[in-house]
């Protein structure tokens, strides 16, 4: 309702908008969504622990927030198992598994266009006039 004081997002002007793609780059590309992701689609169900030992760099406290972000947005489910001592489990969804075509066509561009980004990126970083 224009007349009761709402602004109306007008796709010229907002980013969000003019680029609905921007969205999923957020879920998608955050720091560390692709490594557990492609972690939990390669090996299947696993501990916290496990997911920690085969990302490495990560940290528990990263990983521990990324872990529910993609919980909350649905590319991941956590499994509680009441036991002694209790156990928790993570494993990736349809809705995250979906995203494997994705991740194959960034693979297949990442192989035949990566080595022009480093070239850019050394002529760049090495350019006197920079």
Known sequence: MAGSGE????????PELACPTSAVVDIVFSRWTTPILWT???HGRQRFVELERRIGAITPK???QRL??????????RTYHPEV???VEYE???LGRSLAP???????????HLDQVEKAR?????????
């Open 85 to 87: 001592p209790p156990r």
């Open 92 to 94: 990736i969804t349809e």
């Open 122 to 130: 050394l002529a760049y970083d090495t350019d006197p006039s920079r």
């Open 7 to 14: 602004r109306v997002a007008d796709p010229a002007t907002d």
């Open 68 to 77: 529910r972000q993609l919980e909350r947005d649905g590319m991941v489910v």
């Open 40 to 42: 939990l689609h390669t």
């Open 62 to 64: 990263v990983l521990t």
């Open 102 to 112: 994705l991740f194959a066509h960034l693979t297949g561009w990442a192989a035949t």
